[in-house]
């Protein structure tokens, strides 16, 4: 996609500009499964790293089968995100209030509570 969004690109014209102007939706003439597979406009940034980073930006690259560095560092900020999800829900749930504990009757209750719900003619 990428390439076919820089053979569009005419010279001095930024790719996001470009990218604004490639079809979407109906206007693609894509099956719908290809639709899903359309990238959303990314930014550019450039980031300068000292020597030993770069090189073990590369190595990992190379090793873990990613097509360019970008992909590895968007990797890294996606895990990052999940992280610090993970993180707040753990956190939301240290600070919530102690429920009763989960025992041997607990469940006995959810499953009378199902078998009840299963039962035919009850309701309906």
Known sequence: MARLLEA???????????????PVGEETGLP????????????T???????????FVD???SQRGYGTSSE?????????QDRQR????????????????????YFEGLRDRIRKAAKPGDGE
């Open 32 to 43: 719908k499964f290809a639709k899903a597979l359309i990238l959303p406009i990314m930014s």
């Open 72 to 80: 590895y560092v968007r990797e890294l900020i996606r895990k990052d």
């Open 86 to 105: 993970l993180r707040s829900f753990l956190l939301a749930g240290a600070e919530s209030p102690l429920t009763p504990p989960i025992d041997a009757a």
């Open 59 to 61: 190595e990992q690259v």
């Open 8 to 22: 569009r690109r005419p010279p001095g014209k930024p790719r996001a500009a470009v990218a604004a102007t490639w």
């Open 45 to 55: 940034m450039n980031i300068s790293l000292p020597e030993g980073l770069k090189s």
